[in-house]
């Protein structure tokens, strides 16, 4: 069996739950295809998250190009945290950082060697609540991009990012709605989603490319 049919037989029960919240989801799922959700749960914290601020506003090519320039800086080698804090601004900035994530990227690094970025062993015991609440104090880091690293580091099910604007949007789609609902209510709305709130958000991502209103 090839990978894509290992993930999809993976999520076939995420996709049959779905299909039965109503006939916009059969349909949507229907349309889609199968979930083809590919998480990277090798990477430790450190990495997923400095790797997920690299990709902060910016499309995956762009994101692509400053990891590349960034790991040739330090020998083709995701650089260690004590590397990170030790070089110097102009080197970050040449590859292609902002000032602003130049700070963040360094505070996850001081992080990492404080212990509060967790090893991954540590990480996977703690709750989705827990991990949000320690990782949020970093300087740069907010919940969107804690959720993400739960999302395709920990492989965590059940994580809906409601400050998302494309899941929103996917949501407004979906159902045909004037105004995409505000993240409060998409939480409410996304209990029912729940255990795979993971995998709704990933076919609302792709809501756009499937529905027309």
Known sequence: MSDL???????????????????????????????????QPAREPYEALMRAVANQQLNGR?????????????GGQF??????????????????FSGRKIATL????QGALD?????RKIAEGMTNEELIRQLVSLNGIGQWTV???????LERMDILPVDDF???????RLKSLEAAPKPKALEEIGETWSPYRTIAAWYLWRVPKAVTT
């Open 5 to 39: 049919q290992n993930t999809i037989h993976d999520f076939q029960p995420a996709m049959q739950f779905l299909r039965e919240v109503d006939a916009d989801w059969a349909r949507l799922i229907e349309t889609v295809g199968p979930c083809t959700h590919t998480p």
């Open 62 to 74: 762009a994101a692509d190009a400053m990891i590349t320039k960034l790991l040739a800086v330090y």
């Open 79 to 96: 650089p260690s945290p004590s590397q990170v804090v030790a070089t110097d601004f102009d080197t970050l900035r040449a590859c292609g």
């Open 106 to 109: 360094q505070g996850i690094a």
């Open 115 to 119: 212990s509060l970025v967790p090893s």
């Open 147 to 153: 959720e993400m690293f739960l999302i395709y580091t």
């Open 166 to 172: 494309a899941v929103r949007e996917g949501y407004r």
